[in-house]
């Protein structure tokens, strides 16, 4: 079979590997269908997340067919379509007992394509079938699950939950880029009264817009704490969510909560940044963080399934399996490309379109 295989910062190729095969009872072989990348797939790529060892598989986003299931495997069975999440969960420790199957310690976790092979080929083995796949119903297509693999229930667990984003909330989104989009889009759950989006790229607040922020602002171009006072009659925001990863948005954020808001941090942060409680501390403010845990899943399935959600807008490229490293040379450049997310098929499940052409446009 083939996968997309990471050789060090930098360098990966899509090829030949060893066949999948079952390595525990609990374990599955899913086909992959369709499979998308991630903006960590491109922190892998800059060395930036040394746990990942060279010769692993990258990819945790996936929606595939079951092949193959180990004695132990009792709630899914070949043939059944599942969505193959970026998180897995044993299903017997502490924390996914607890309902944070992120932080799991059974072996479960975020391990696809960062301590296991991962999703981006044609086969995978995936851990913990039974409590880590989700069945994909019969009438949806592949498209419309594929995202729920991780930026939906990253944005509304660690985002639009942890925020506790009420009816007529003011929601503050720092940065536009798929996750501030999935936060918009499941901020709109709660019908807060007005989302202000905030980020760099005029191109990603036009997406904003589309995915429904009220108000945009450039905060390259104009004083956001400014703008954002003026439009709350110089309280602040009840809800501001960080979807960027550098200090100044998450400094940004604290500037423009209210007295007794909340901050909501989802990006990844590599350095550190300033907590002004000199400022903050006579304000009630509470400032959460948090790793995915993908328990909403369900819950965001069945919003799909019942037609309130429809993260298709989503997709902005799509490519053939095997032409994975042109999908990242394309995801990679997204200031030009202006990709989201781009949506890789399998050869067996590409509409009749050529593939030449997808490759070269974006939809
Ligand atoms: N907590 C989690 O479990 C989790 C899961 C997935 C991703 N993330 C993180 O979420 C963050 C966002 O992910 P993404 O895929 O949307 O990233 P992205 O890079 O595609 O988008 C980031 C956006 O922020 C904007 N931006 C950059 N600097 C800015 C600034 N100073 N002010 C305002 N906007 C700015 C960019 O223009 C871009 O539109 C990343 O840090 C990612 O690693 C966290
Ligand atoms: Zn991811
Ligand atoms: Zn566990």
Same mark, same amino acid.
Request: proline content about 5%; hydrophobic content about 45%.
């Given at each position: 079979?083939?996968?997309?295989?990471?050789?060090?910062?930098?360098?990966?190729?899509?090829?030949?590997?060893?066949?999948?095969?079952?390595?525990?009872?609990?374990?599955?072989?899913?086909?992959?269908?369709?499979?998308?990348?991630?903006?960590?797939?491109?922190?892998?790529?800059?060395g930036?997340?040394p746990?990942?060892?060279?010769?692993?598989?990258?990819?945790?986003?996936?929606?595939?067919?079951v092949?193959?299931?180990?004695?132990?495997?009792?709630?899914?069975?070949?043939?059944?379509?599942?969505?193959?999440s970026?998180?897995?969960?044993?299903?017997r420790?502490?924390?996914?007992?607890?309902?944070?199957?992120?932080?799991?310690?059974?072996?479960?976790?975020?391990?696809?394509?960062?301590?296991?092979?991962?999703?981006?080929?044609?086969?995978?083995?995936?851990?913990?079938?039974?409590?880590?796949?989700?069945?994909?119903?019969d009438?949806?297509?592949?498209?419309?699950?594929?995202?729920?693999?991780?930026?939906?229930?990253?944005?509304?667990?660690?985002?639009?939950?942890?925020?506790?984003?009420?009816?007529?909330?003011?929601?503050?989104?720092?940065?536009?880029?798929?996750?501030?989009?999935?936060?918009?889009?499941?901020?709109?759950?709660?019908?807060?009264?007005?989302?202000?989006?905030?980020?760099?790229?005029?191109?990603?607040?036009?997406?904003?817009?589309?995915?429904?922020?009220?108000?945009?602002i450039?905060?390259? !171009?104009? $004083?956001?704490? +400014?703008?954002?006072? #003026?439009?709350?009659?110089?309280?602040? /925001?009840?809800? @501001?969510?960080?979807? %960027?990863?550098?200090?100044?948005?998450?400094?940004?954020?604290?500037?423009?909560?209210?007295?007794?808001?909340?901050?909501?941090?989802?990006?990844?942060?590599?350095?550190?940044?300033?907590?002004?409680l000199?400022k903050?501390?006579?304000?009630d403010?509470?400032?959460?963080?948090?790793?995915?845990?993908?328990?909403?899943?369900?819950?965001?399935?069945?919003?799909?399934?019942?037609?309130?959600?429809?993260?298709?807008?989503?997709?902005?490229?799509?490519?053939?399996?095997?032409?994975?490293?042109? !999908?990242? $040379?394309?995801? +990679?450049?997204?200031? #030009?490309?202006?990709?989201?997310?781009? /949506?890789?098929? @399998?050869?067996?499940? %590409?509409?009749?379109?050529?593939?030449?052409a997808?490759?070269?446009?974006?939809?």
């Open positions: 079979m083939k996968g997309l295989v990471y050789h060090g910062p930098g360098r990966r190729t899509w090829e030949t590997v060893p066949d999948r095969r079952l390595e525990q009872p609990t374990d599955a072989i899913v086909r992959i269908d369709t499979a998308t990348i991630c903006g960590t797939d491109l922190h892998i790529l800059k930036d997340v746990e990942v060892k060279p010769g692993t598989i990258l990819g945790h986003e996936a929606v595939g067919t092949v193959e299931v180990g004695a132990a495997v009792t709630t899914v069975a070949p043939g059944d379509r599942v969505l193959v970026c998180i897995t969960s044993c299903g420790c502490r924390f996914c007992n607890e309902g944070h199957p992120g932080l799991c310690t059974g072996g479960g976790g975020w391990i696809f394509g960062h301590l296991i092979d991962g999703l981006q080929a044609e086969f995978a083995r995936v851990p913990f079938a039974d409590t880590s796949v989700y069945k994909v119903p009438e949806l297509s592949d498209e419309q699950v594929l995202f729920l693999a991780d930026i939906l229930p990253t944005a509304f667990q660690v985002g639009v939950l942890n925020g506790g984003v009420q009816p007529g909330d003011t929601v503050a989104i720092v940065g536009a880029g798929p996750i501030g989009l999935a936060t918009i889009m499941t901020a709109r759950l709660y019908t807060p009264a007005r989302i202000i989006a905030i980020d760099l790229a005029d191109a990603r607040l036009e997406r904003a817009r589309e995915f429904g922020a009220d108000v945009v450039n905060n390259g !171009a104009e $004083d956001a704490e +400014a703008r954002v006072m #003026e439009l709350t009659n110089g309280i602040g /925001v009840d809800v @501001a969510v960080e979807a %960027v990863g550098v200090p100044a948005t998450f400094e940004l954020c604290a500037d423009l909560i209210r007295p007794g808001g909340r901050v909501a941090n989802v990006g990844v942060h590599g350095h550190a940044a300033t907590l002004h000199e903050l501390w006579i304000r403010v509470t400032i959460t963080t948090g790793l995915v845990d993908a328990v909403t899943t369900p819950m965001l399935l069945r919003l799909i399934e019942g037609g309130r959600l429809d993260p298709t807008p989503f997709a902005t490229h799509r490519f053939g399996l095997e032409d994975t490293e042109a !999908a990242y $040379d394309v995801f +990679a450049n997204a200031a #030009e490309t202006q990709a989201l997310k781009v /949506v890789l098929s @399998a050869a067996a499940v %590409v509409p009749a379109v050529p593939r030449t997808e490759v070269a446009g974006a939809v």
